[in-house]
């Protein structure tokens, strides 16, 4: 079965033609689905078996990054969200999408309005726009399914990508394995040091996965190295891009 | 007076103008007609310079503007969809897309406000090319900057300036914080220093976008269509911004004009133009313009120049009370877009603003009366005929007279040296030379999920490409390849050279990537102090070298904007910028695997140069360095020069070119030095030079060379490329990661290459650091 990905958009989401774009090509249907198409009723997210937060601003990122986006789905269909998320459906959000799965409490331990970690003001203070090698961890996560170990190149486009929790949090997360990407180092060891970690986050975590590996988060962009010319050094053989791909193969083929 | 310096800038003459038409017609103007007048009227608006009549040292020559259309007429090149006539240029894809393209300055907003400045240039662009036919999408971006170097002593700040500092770190972030935001990618730009822009910066940013070609063009306003306001409400901000930017800067400029600087807002142009992309799909829109210069009296008096339109001012969303009504009328309030719409498609367009949750407001009616007309409340604010407010300017005319500035040669015994080690390491610390990755890093330039080449590569990520490659839609095949050119110090010394030089730059940047010569459109922006005798004549010529070279490279201008205003005063101390001519490039790829990023990809292949060069070093980086200007700026023929650009494109497409630089300031060897960044190669340079010193050769600025790596068993091939043209073995690439030449069997540098690269990276990180 052709799953369909409903792609969560409100004003200031910008990274959707190429969310969408990854989707197709993994052989999956895709469809913008407006918070003012949920809201009104329009449209429902049960009729979608994977959910995808793009990256973008979310009204501009005021008050915090993505919290009014988060705010207004928690308002306007936090019911449809918790059904989401406790069915057998897949839920992936990327940079601002990331921001939103935390605000919205959905990462890192699927507690629907409940704020448990955060992403905040990178450590170098400034909006950075480069490449990034990550680590795939082992965990229980779908969408890395068979990529345990792997070493993916992403760009990552952020201000506000620091994971912060606090302690008890954190040990939580890590013990149970949540963490599924780490920025690395030329040696692929996680690293603080940037700009290897562009944004100073804890552990080096990039990304996390929600206790039951189906609900996936992170601020790099895979969506952006799924065909061969979007590494800038694909003009020599070794290095053309594409590596990302199969993380939304493992998406679409899970149905 | 007072009125006409410091608000409305209208010309004693202009005044009559006015005086006259309303003693003809027995009443007294109201204040929303002179400044309909006013801003219709105004250098940003009217372009009076680029339209005037001219006699240059005497002799009547055809008006600028002219010059540069009928170039473009008479090459007919296949693909130009649309020119001169809208917001944006468009060139031809393929059957179905054409690509958009615009170039503005937001000059006299940035010296005020920088970051407010830079942000709303940039949202004004992208609006540009949003308001083009019946909607476009954007695709890119690009920013480029001539400012006061960042380190310029305090004192030497103009009273009412700022620190170029303090601008540079403020036009920045607005180009960041406002592309960003939209998900517009930033993909090419540049940073140019000199010390006669600390009173006055020119700040270039660029659009790109990509059109249907059955939306290419906007349709007609019948009588009885909608005058539809759609976006950001309208306040006080930006009231006299056109008329503003016409003037010259002086010391009071900041206290009078302040809120002439418009305040942007790019999540509201992100939503409106998801409404309006989501109209044009439908097909529902008729024609499409942004608010721009002027507010709604320029946008809407344009788009009803033919038929009359009729404005009902109290309908306009505000965004606070107590404005006056003809401060609404003329307001630049940034995020508004204006479209006709036929009223039966009413309906549809409110669903859509509903969905997106974006406000869109009928203001008033197309009619059939060729009448300017607004009211307020029922009371008339302007009542105008079209042509009147279209047409009752009178051509200027106005003289020029060509005077050369002189500057200092420099001795042999200056120039000549036994070791060229620090000259180097003095050329890649130069602002003009240093590398502005830190830059680069805060602008999102893969977005949208269409890079293709973008500007850095190399295994570090920090060697420069020359121009930026995109797929405008994912899994198109076909590609854009965006670049630029300028080089405001060559146009003091000779302006029609120095103009040459900056197309040459802008085409070779981007054939360097994989361009096509034969598929290449341009644009131009002028930016030139207020055109008194002198640089009226120096404009001129640049524009006959636009003509002459664009006509002889069959290479059109297909857009432009000229900004005449760079100059400052204050009492008897006049700063007058180096003028500007950037000119930007945009290239049709047929296959976007075809294309080639810049840094050296392998030890062992050779390193050839391509192209002739020539003992030119007025104007050059070396002389700089040196603390000279010198007299001859760079020749070429540009004949020859096309011929190369056909030899690049044929090795790039066939595979023996494996990475290409053009060289532009600093000369061959620091295009060398930045092509081994990328992985710190090292290189052996090897050459008998012949008919010129060392220096001449190692840092010649003459454009229209590359600088290539060929492996070994392909250089046959690229001889049989080059033919007749210039082509030499220069070196070869190596592991051992210094940087040698030798010429004439001599050692003349011998560098580490990552020491060099700090040289390079150190003065950005200075500033940014």
């Known amino acids: ?255 | 007076m007072a009125l006409s310096q410091n608000t409305l800038f209208l010309t004693l003459e202009e005044m009559h103008t006015i005086q006259n038409y309303f003693q003809k017609i027995g009443r007294d103007p109201y204040d929303a007609e002179l400044e309909t007048l006013a801003q219709t009227w105004s250098e940003h608006c009217g372009h009076k310079t680029f339209k005037a009549n001219l006699i240059i040292d005497g002799q009547e020559v055809v008006p600028l503007y002219r010059r540069l259309k009928d170039a473009t007429k008479a090459i007919n090149h296949p693909r130009v969809i649309s020119c001169f006539k809208d917001n944006s240029g468009v060139f031809k894809i393929n059957d179905q897309y054409g690509v958009c393209m615009k170039v503005e300055t937001h000059n006299s907003p940035s010296a005020l406000d920088p970051y407010g400045g830079a942000m709303t240039g940039t949202g004004g662009v992208l609006r540009d090319i949003v308001g083009t036919g019946k909607g476009a999408k954007v695709i890119a971006s690009t920013d480029i900057f001539c400012l006061g170097p960042p380190d310029l002593a305090e004192e030497k700040v103009p009273e009412g300036c700022k620190h170029p500092r303090f601008i540079l770190k403020g036009v920045i972030r607005g180009v960041a914080d406002y592309g960003n935001q939209m998900g517009v990618p930033t993909v090419n730009g540049s940073l140019h220093f000199h010390e006669d822009f600390r009173a006055k910066p020119t700040v270039i940013v660029g659009a790109y976008g990509l059109i249907s070609i059955d939306k290419a063009q906007k349709g007609e306003p019948e009588s009885g269509d909608l005058v539809l306001s759609v976006g950001g409400k309208t306040g006080r901000d930006g009231v006299h911004g056109a008329t503003f930017s016409s003037a010259e800067m002086t010391a009071e400029t900041e206290k009078v004009n302040a809120s002439a600087v418009q305040i942007g807002d790019p999540i509201e142009e992100k939503r409106a133009f998801d409404a309006i992309l989501e109209m044009s799909a439908q097909n529902i829109i008729k024609a499409i313009t942004d608010c721009g210069a002027g507010g709604f009296s320029s946008a809407v008096g344009e788009m009803g120049s033919k038929t009359g339109v009729s404005i009902d001012l109290e309908k306009a969303p505000l965004k606070y009370l107590s404005l006056d009504p003809w401060e609404i009328w003329i307001s630049e309030s940034q995020e508004r877009m204006i479209i006709a719409l036929s009223p039966e498609n009413l309906g549809k367009a409110q669903a859509i603003f509903s969905k997106y949750n974006v406000e869109g407001t009928v203001i008033g009616t197309f009619t059939d009366d060729q009448q300017l007309r607004v009211r307020y409340n029922g009371e008339t604010l302007c009542d105008l005929p079209m042509d009147f407010v279209h047409g009752g300017l009178a051509q200027l005319s106005l003289e020029g007279k060509t005077e050369k500035f002189k500057f200092e040669e420099p001795s042999a015994s200056v120039l000549q040296k036994n070791n060229y080690n620090e000259a180097l390491k003095t050329i890649m610390g130069n602002y003009n030379v240093c590398s502005k990755e830190l830059i680069v890093r805060k602008y999102d330039h893969n977005v949208q999920g269409t890079a293709v080449q973008m500007p850095f590569a190399g295994g570090n990520h920090q060697s420069p490409n020359n121009a930026s490659v995109l797929e405008p839609l994912p899994g198109m095949k076909q590609g854009v390849v965006i670049g630029h050119g300028l080089n405001p110090i060559l146009n003091r010394l000779d302006p029609f050279l120095g103009s040459k030089w900056a197309i040459l730059e802008a085409v070779a940047n981007i054939v360097a990537q994989g361009a096509d010569p034969e598929n290449i459109a341009l644009l131009d922006n002028f930016i030139y102090p207020k055109p008194d005798s002198k640089y009226l004549a120096d404009l001129s010529r640049a524009i006959d070298a636009c003509v002459e070279t664009s006509k002889e490279l069959g290479m059109p201008f297909i857009s432009g904007k000229d900004s005449l205003s760079s100059t400052y005063r204050r009492g008897d101390k006049v700063i007058h910028i180096p003028p500007v001519l950037c000119v930007s490039a945009v290239g049709i790829i047929e296959d976007i695997e075809k294309t080639i990023s810049s840094p050296f990809k392998k030890s062992g292949n050779k390193i050839v140069l391509i192209g002739e060069t020539k003992p030119e070093l007025g104007g050059s980086i070396y002389y700089d360095s040196l603390g000279y200007v010198g007299t001859q700026v760079p020749t070429i023929d540009t004949k020859l020069a096309f011929q190369i650009f056909k030899a690049i494109h044929q090795g790039i497409k066939q595979g023996i070119i494996l990475s290409c630089q053009d060289i532009s300031e600093g000369g061959l060897i620091s295009s060398i030095a930045e092509m081994s960044f990328g992985e710190l190669f090292g290189t052996k340079i090897v050459a008998s030079v012949e008919g010129m010193k060392d220096y001449e050769w190692l840092f010649s600025e003459s454009p229209g060379r590359f600088v290539c790596e060929v492996a070994e068993k392909d250089m046959g091939i690229l001889k049989t490329i080059c033919d007749s043209i210039p082509c030499i073995l220069v070196g070869e690439i190596n592991l051992e990661q210094r940087i040698v030449v030798e010429l004439n069997q001599k050692s003349v540098l011998e560098l580490n290459i990552n020491d060099l690269k700090q040289e390079w990276q150190a003065p950005m990180k200075k500033v940014f650091g």
Request: charged residues 20%; proline residues 5%; negative net charge.
């Open chain 1, 1 to 255: 079965m052709k799953p369909k990905i409903a792609l969560l958009y409100t004003e200031g989401i910008n990274r959707d033609q190429e969310s969408g774009y990854a989707f197709r090509l993994a052989g999956g249907e895709t469809e913008l689905v407006h918070v003012s198409e949920l809201k009104s009723g329009a449209k429902k997210l049960a009729n979608y078996q994977i959910l995808f937060l793009p990256g973008g601003f979310a009204n501009g990122d005021h008050l915090f990054s993505a919290k009014i986006w988060a705010s207004e789905s928690l308002a306007y269909f936090g019911d449809q969200l918790q059904a989401f998320a406790q069915d057998d459906k897949l839920i992936i959000g990327i940079c601002n999408g990331f921001q939103c799965l935390i605000r919205t409490g959905l990462l890192p331990f699927n507690h629907l309005g409940k704020i448990e970690a955060t992403l905040t003001h990178n450590a170098s203070n400034s909006f950075q726009s480069r490449w990034v090698k990550l680590k795939i961890e082992s965990s229980n996560c779908v969408f890395t399914r068979g990529l345990e170990g792997q070493i993916i190149r992403t760009p990552v486009s952020h201000g506000e990508g620091r994971f912060l929790a606090p302690e008890d949090e954190l040990n939580k997360i890590e013990q149970e394995k949540q963490v599924v990407f780490r920025y690395v180092d030329e040696q692929e060891n996680p690293t603080q040091i940037f700009p290897a970690n562009p944004n100073g986050s804890t552990n080096a975590i990039a990304g996390l996965t929600s206790p039951n590996g189906k609900i996936l988060g992170l601020m790099p962009h895979p969506e952006c190295n799924t065909i061969w010319n979007h590494y800038p050094n694909w003009n020599e053989e070794k290095q053309r891009g594409g590596e990302c791909l199969q993380l939304f193969k493992n998406a679409v083929t899970y149905f």
